[in-house]
Nanobody, 123 residues
Framework: VQLQASGGGLVQAGGSLRLSCAAS????????VGWFRQASGKERAFVSA????????YYAESVKGRFTISRDNAKNAVYLQMNSLKPDDTAVYYC?????????????????WGQGTEVTVSS
């Protein structure tokens, strides 16, 4: 499966962005999907995950209450709504498809990755 992340950009602190992750070549409607981010000079870190049905979600503590993950299996897409953005949210955001159907946090549980979309939050 190929994943395409989009929706990044430059936004002021306090603003919002909606990231999208679209799958091609094969559906990922049976798989958990996660969002990760990698800031300059740092390791890739978990942001959020959702199970195949959209009924279970997990969030990193740093984004709880501000970010919302959702999916539309009919459109073969997963979204990350990001509100109240902070400069610390600046990073390249990646979506990934998990090996299984559940929502998972560990990066090793993901086997397909998108190319990333850059988010820059100015203060």
């Amino acid at each position: 499966v190929q994943l395409q992340a989009s929706g990044g950009g430059l936004v002021q602190a306090g603003g919002s962005l909606r990231l999208s992750c679209a799958a091609s070549r094969r559906t990922f409607s049976d798989n958990g999907v996660g969002w990760f981010r990698q800031a300059s000079g740092k390791e890739r870190a978990f942001v959020s995950a959702i199970n195949w049905k959209g009924t279970t979600t997990y969030y990193a503590e740093s984004v709880k209450g501000r970010f919302t993950i959702s999916r539309d299996n009919a459109k073969n897409a997963v979204y990350l709504q990001m509100n109240s953005l902070k400069p610390d949210d600046t990073a390249v955001y990646y979506c990934a498809s998990a090996r299984g159907s559940t929502a998972v946090i560990r990066i090793s549980e993901y086997n397909y990755w998108g190319q990333g979309t850059e988010v820059t939050v100015s203060s």
